[in-house]
């Protein structure tokens, strides 16, 4: 164990469906890493997708992270709850006009955007509204509008705990991008902020340390440091671990069968083995026998983690008693 200053490592499930293999292996990747070095997990419940939020599905990760023996310290973090603080940071990033509103539809974005960057897959916003003054919010109540963090056309570079160093444009990598959601309501602003902003505000308010997340996230990075550094918040460390995909290399979905965390145990299948699968998978250990989370504290290492995403196999299922 390594000592120093205090480690805090965070699970941040969004309830909008169930939680599947895939989320349970960044899962305990994240968990590992930071009881490895002796530190703690807060967890956060990210609910505040409205409309996709599904109804049921927080206690149900809830039971799954105990299923799985990954244990969190304090009080758990809801969303929902929280939205004066993300108010707070939009204030603060409106009152130094580093934000702005927009009216553009989606259609418009999408007719006017350059070509997506291609690894990214996401449009880029033109800039139509850059022009705006914070101040003509004023003017656009009960018209829809977004807000958007005006966003640099500079590479920016972070250390990733897992790819080294990388270096990603975020003016390429969808331009200047939303804090706050488009409001159809009559206020001027209703309650939805973007998950950029809010998951900014909450892992520095919680004190989070290292975010381990999947790889699909990248993108997200460096416009996160770009809000730390404008709201003056400690930045954490990142390391973005590689995706479990089906066999079509696909992000692990629906179309791949029913590989929901529930489902699973629902039909018998012990974490234990799961867990076994999901170390192997990992290299933490040299077959997928079966393991409690806590066994893999000491062998838990992220650059064992194959480079490639982990390609879940229907054989992999079957081997834990579990058919798709
Ligand atoms: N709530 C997000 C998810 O479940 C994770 C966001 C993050 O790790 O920053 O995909
Ligand atoms: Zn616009």
């Given at each position: 164990m ?9 699970l941040?499930?969004?309830p ?5 293999v895939g989320?349970?292996?960044t899962y305990?990747?994240?968990w590992?890493s ?5 530190g703690?997990v807060?967890?956060?419940?990210e609910?505040?997708d409205s409309?996709r ?7 149900l990760?809830?039971?799954d992270l105990?299923w799985?023996?990954?244990d ?10 929280r939205l004066?603080h993300y ?13 702005y509103?927009c ?6 974005v999408q007719q006017?955007?350059?070509?997506p960057?291609e690894?990214l897959?996401e ?11 914070s101040?003509s ?6 018209k ?11 590479p ?9 160093w ?9 331009g ?20 950029q902003l809010?998951?900014v ?5 919680q004190?989070v340390?290292?975010v381990?997340r999947?790889e699909?996230?990248?993108?997200s990075?460096?416009?996160?440091i ?7 918040l400690?930045?954490p460390a990142?390391?973005?671990?590689p995706?479990?995909?089906?066999p079509d ?5 629906k179309?791949?069968g029913d590989?929901?965390?529930?489902s ?6 012990k974490a ?10 990992c ?5 997928p026998?079966?393991?409690?989370a806590?066994?893999l504290i000491?062998?838990f ?12 196999r229907?054989?992999?299922?079957e081997?834990l008693?579990?058919?798709?």
């Amino acid at each position: 164990m390594k000592s120093g200053p205090m480690i805090r490592g965070r699970l941040a499930p969004s309830p909008t469906g169930a939680q599947h293999v895939g989320n349970a292996r960044t899962y305990l990747a994240a968990w590992l890493s930071s009881r490895a070095q002796g530190g703690e997990v807060v967890l956060r419940i990210e609910d505040i997708d409205s409309p996709r939020i599904k109804v049921g599905a927080t206690s149900l990760a809830l039971e799954d992270l105990s299923w799985l023996g990954l244990d969190w310290d304090g009080e758990m973090v809801v969303q929902s709850k929280r939205l004066n603080h993300y108010r707070q940071a939009l204030d603060f990033l409106l009152e130094r006009e580093l934000a702005y509103p927009c009216t553009c539809t989606r259609s418009e974005v999408q007719q006017l955007a350059s070509a997506p960057h291609e690894d990214l897959g996401e449009l880029v916003y033109p800039g139509t509204c850059s022009g705006r003054k914070s101040s003509s919010l004023k003017e656009l109540v009960g018209k829809p509008h977004c807000l958007r963090f005006r966003t640099p056309r500079t590479p920016m570079t972070f250390n990733d705990g897992f790819h080294n160093w990388v270096t990603l444009n975020p003016g390429e990598a969808g331009g200047d991008f939303a804090i706050w959601r488009a409001s159809p309501g009559p206020e001027s602003l209703s309650e939805m902020p973007a998950y950029q902003l809010a998951v900014v505000v909450d892992d520095a308010s919680q004190g989070v340390t290292e975010v381990i997340r999947g790889e699909d996230l990248i993108p997200s990075t460096p416009r996160q440091i770009l809000l730390y550094q404008n709201l003056n918040l400690q930045v954490p460390a990142f390391t973005h671990i590689p995706l479990v995909v089906g066999p079509d290399g696909r992000r692990l979905a629906k179309r791949h069968g029913d590989t929901r965390l529930h489902s699973l145990r629902d039909k018998g299948v012990k974490a234990e083995a799961l867990l076994g699968l999901l170390a192997w998978s990992c290299g933490w250990l040299e077959k997928p026998a079966p393991v409690q989370a806590k066994d893999l504290i000491p062998v838990f290492k992220i650059q064992s983690i194959p480079r490639e995403p982990f390609v879940l196999r229907q054989k992999h299922l079957e081997d834990l008693g579990y058919s798709l």
